[in-house]
């Protein structure tokens, strides 16, 4: 299958105030926002992108527009909804620090499976929607492209958070044991067998070596060489 880098995207107006933005309007980077998805974009840069998708949401489609500027060529850049935030409903726009004297902040950090947010959407349902895009996706770039076909999705914290909790094999009410920061960049590639986790929650480091695509296969008893470095 192909590979795909999930992008987080960089830090927000409302990330910096302490607002559970959610999918309101006018939320965009900050400068601190747009300095951490253009690093993104550099280390990014040496891997030709088969395609951007983005969620919706300004702040993603500010992030993804950093990396494909960075992009020798012109990658594909599709919207996908199903990539948008979790609809937190009656909770969005209020500040965390209020929000965590709710009784429901106690299950969204031990139960996440069993939340549906008032008025809103339940996280098992915003695991579902994301994972089934990812993996439509992948399978639409790999059918394209090939096999060592590399593309990247910009969504969100919580959403990246679900996908990479699916394909570690973990339950979603473990997946706040993951952290994925403003811009940071995570790698999975569906193999025939299972899906492999390359990296999460990065923010830098060299990413040339994803040029060629993954050498999909068993895995390596003891760990392996590692990939190769173009």
Same mark, same amino acid.
């Given at each position: ?10 830090? @927000? ?13 006018? #939320?965009? !980077? ?10 993104? +974009? $550099? ?14 949401? *300004? ?6 527009? !950093? ?12 919207? $996908? ?16 620090? $209020?929000?965590?004297? *709710? =009784?429901? /902040? ?9 939340? #549906?947010?008032?008025?809103? *959407? ?7 929607? @994301? ?19 590399? /593309?990247?999705?910009?969504?969100? +914290? ?20 993951? %952290? #994925? ?15 492999? #986790?390359?990296?999460? %929650?990065?923010?830098?480091? =060299? !990413? @040339? ?5 993954? %050498? ?15």
């Amino acid at each position: 299958m192909a590979t795909v880098i999930l992008v987080r995207h960089g830090r @927000s107006t409302a990330n910096a105030t302490g607002l559970l933005a959610g999918r309101a309007g006018g #939320v965009v !980077l900050d400068q601190i926002g747009r300095d951490q998805a253009a690093i993104a +974009g $550099d280390r990014l840069a040496p891997v030709p992108l088969a395609g951007v998708v983005s969620s919706p949401l *300004e702040r993603c489609r500010q992030t993804a527009r !950093l990396i494909l500027d960075r992009q020798a060529g012109a990658p594909y850049a599709p919207v $996908d909804p199903d990539l948008t935030e979790c609809d937190y409903g009656q909770w969005q726009g209020r500040t965390l620090i $209020d929000l965590a004297t *709710e =009784d429901l /902040w106690r299950v969204v950090q031990s139960q996440p499976s069993a939340v #549906v947010f008032p008025g809103g *959407e339940s996280m098992a349902a915003m695991q579902a929607r @994301s994972v089934a895009a990812i993996r439509r996706h992948d399978a639409a770039f790999e059918a394209e492209f090939g096999p060592g076909a590399v /593309w990247a999705a910009v969504s969100h +914290g919580d959403i990246i958070k679900s996908i990479l909790a699916d394909a570690l094999g973990m339950h979603l009410d473990l997946f706040q044991r993951i %952290n #994925v920061g403003p811009a940071s960049i995570s790698i999975v590639h569906y193999g025939a067998s299972r899906p492999t #986790v390359y990296a999460s %929650n990065t923010d830098g480091g =060299d !990413l @040339s070596w994803l040029a060629n695509g993954i %050498n999909s296969g068993d895995a390596s008893v003891g760990g392996g060489a590692g990939q190769k470095v173009p």
